[in-house]
């Protein structure tokens, strides 16, 4: 089966979790015989730009052409898939095949546009409103009569409730050759780590206020944060900061943590927690909606609302103060998290793009 994967645009050097899923995919399928094209425009507007600026995007895709295409260093993808960059997401860019997926509600908009040559029409849906785009388009690309899979049951409510139909959840998966058990639970200094980003959604500001109430209590508490950039705001001197860290580093980092905190408003998954438990960490986060796919309150981890950085830390200080809570935590969440495997969800995918998997969302 020829299949295409279209992003909303590309990154070269910090990964982007939506992009990880479709890398995996992409490795995963052609694997197993598919030929997989995974494209990448430069343009990442669906609005039609100014001449000027259309002109400077063919010059700069004309000299990635010459120069050659940059590499993406920050994830190993499959010698076998074929990468394309093309300057725009205009049709005439896009090859021939079985199956065209559009992966984000941008990408959901160009590929309803597109002739049935490049493909029967299906729609990875890891996105949400209102921080990635505006409410009634994202809503509305929910709505195209596409063949849909959600990467959560949480994420499917909220395209069922939408009036979106046709749709199945295939939840992603964890690469546990990657992230695993390095260091024993109880030998772990009482540090925690957090991504810190600028991204609204992400809520770091409330990670941070937790810790500093929870710092009051435990003067010797130690935090570790890490982002794909410089801090976007001063950090305390007793929190250490790793910008731009590689995959193999982040794992050593979860490995020297007893605790992952996340501080979302909403996640469609919430990678970094799922890749923190799967390293031994006990989670501590808000109730960011995806997350609930394999994160259970008081089961494998401890959920607070969202926006409410006095319960965060509430929390916080419960698996603080409580070593057996923590252990039990982070044991228990490395055993579930482990029943998310990359095959697991290539498989579902495969069959899903066949028209062989069961319809039940809850299958």
Excluded at 254 to 280: D, H, K, T, W
Aim: proline share 7%; aromatic share 10%; glycine share 6%.
């Amino acid at each position: 089966m020829r299949i295409t994967f279209v992003l909303p645009g590309r990154s070269m050097r910090h990964p982007i979790g939506g992009y990880k899923v479709v890398y995996e995919y992409a490795n995963g399928l052609v694997k197993r015989g598919h030929q997989v094209n995974v494209i990448h425009p430069l343009l990442r507007s669906q609005e039609r730009p100014p001449f000027m600026n259309k002109l400077k995007i063919y010059c700069k895709y004309a000299l990635s052409s010459l120069l050659g295409i940059p590499k993406i260093n920050w994830f190993n993808i499959s010698s076998k898939v074929n990468i394309i960059t093309v300057p725009t997401p205009e049709e005439k860019h896009i090859p021939s095949a079985d199956v065209i997926i559009a992966t984000a509600w941008r990408t959901a908009e160009w590929v309803a546009g597109y002739s049935s040559a490049k493909g029967e029409k299906y729609y990875l849906i890891m996105d949400f409103y209102p921080w990635l785009g505006p409410r009634e388009r994202l809503e509305a690309t929910w709505r195209n009569p596409f063949k849909k899979a959600a990467i959560s049951h949480w994420l499917y409510e909220k395209v069922i409730q939408a009036g979106g139909t046709n749709t199945t959840v295939i939840p992603i998966g964890i690469d546990h050759q990657t992230f695993r058990l390095l260091a024993d639970l109880t030998d772990r200094p009482q540090k925690v780590i957090m991504l810190f980003s600028p991204i609204n959604y992400k809520a770091s500001d409330h990670g941070l206020c937790a810790l500093e109430i929870c710092k009051k209590h435990y003067p010797n508490l130690e935090a570790t944060f890490f982002g794909t950039s410089s801090p976007f705001r001063d950090i305390p001197n007793w929190v250490a900061y790793e910008k731009n860290v590689s995959v193999e580093k982040l794992v050593q980092l979860f490995n020297q943590s007893r605790i992952y905190l996340c501080s979302s408003v909403a996640e469609g998954f919430a990678f970094p927690p799922a890749e923190a438990m799967a390293c031994g960490c006990a989670v501590v986060s808000t109730d960011c909606g995806g997350i609930r796919e394999y994160a259970e309150n008081e089961v494998n981890a401890l959920l607070s609302p969202p926006a409410n950085p006095g319960a965060l830390a509430h929390n916080l200080l419960r698996v603080l103060r409580d070593q057996n809570l923590c252990m039990k935590l982070a044991r228990k969440g490395n055993e579930i998290i482990k029943t998310f495997t990359w095959d697991k969800a290539v498989d579902r995918m495969e069959a899903f793009l066949l028209g062989r998997l069961d319809k039940s969302p809850f299958s």
